[in-house]
């Protein structure tokens, strides 16, 4: 059975998230997670991309990148979690595979 993934809307949370949470930087986008026994068996996954990262056409497709990412390694990640996936400038030149790698080394 897999573990149900829902995406974080709510500013709240994004803020509670990065107040409480812990921060973990990369090369080509940063981590933020949050361990909460409220979720009832479930992860929630939050996606930023900022204006520096560029206009509307490269915010879309990192979020793209990152949800991508995140269904294939978050499935693994630990339950009861919050994690928001910050996009950096660089994750629109890396191959998805060194982005996968990536986040498989920093999740774990």
């Known amino acids: 059975m897999a573990i149900p993934i829902f995406t974080i809307k709510n500013r709240a949370t994004f803020k509670k998230i990065k107040e409480n949470g812990r921060f ?22 939050g996606f930023t991309a900022t204006k520096r990262l560029g206009k509307a056409v490269c915010r879309n497709k990192a ?37 996968l790698e990536e986040l498989k080394y920093k999740i774990k």
């Open 63 to 99: 979020k793209r990148v990152m949800r991508e990412l995140a269904k294939k390694i978050l499935i693994n990640a630990e339950i009861n979690s919050y994690y928001v996936l910050i996009a950096k400038s660089s994750l629109l030149k890396a191959p998805f595979e060194q982005l």
């Open 24 to 45: 973990i930087r990369s090369q080509n986008l940063n981590i933020q997670i949050l361990h909460s026994q409220n979720l009832n068996e479930r992860i929630g996954v």
